[in-house]
């Protein structure tokens, strides 16, 4: 089992930067493809990322490709997401979550999940 703890939300404006970071418990952080979604208001949760156990094989949206960049840093039991040019779209309740397997693609299907982060992006 892991947690998953998401920080480094807030407010941005159109066109700035804001990174997140997904703290994970445990020792077997390095054994699950994690990834990142988002939720806004009266949306369902969509994917944005993934990434797998050991860095290789990144997936994005087609929304984000370009502008945001997923990480992580298995030594440190972590997963970032660098936003970049970020847009008023963005705006939303950023999560992460895990999941044991190989595969890296764009499902919702995740074992785990962090409480989410406000992403919020002024125009």
């Known amino acids: 089992q892991v947690q998953l703890v998401e920080s480094g939300g807030g407010l941005a404006q159109a066109g700035g930067s804001l990174r997140l970071s997904c703290a994970a418990s445990?020792?077997?952080?390095?054994?699950?493809?994690m990834g990142w979604f988002r939720q806004a208001p009266g949306k369902e949760r969509e994917f944005v990322a993934a990434?797998?156990?050991?860095?290789?094989?990144?997936v994005y949206t087609d929304s984000v490709k370009g502008r945001f960049t997923v990480s992580r840093d298995n030594a440190r039991n972590t997963l970032y997401l660098q936003m970049n040019s970020l847009k008023p779209e963005d705006t939303a309740v950023y999560y992460c979550?895990?999941?044991?397997?190989?595969?890296?693609?764009?499902?919702?299907?995740?074992?785990?999940w962090g409480q989410g982060t406000q992403v919020t992006v002024s125009s």
């Open positions: 445990g020792r077997t952080f390095s054994s699950y493809t």
């Open positions: 979550a895990a999941r044991q397997t190989i595969v890296i693609d764009t499902s919702t299907k995740y074992d785990y």
């Open positions: 990434i797998g156990r050991i860095g290789y094989g990144i």
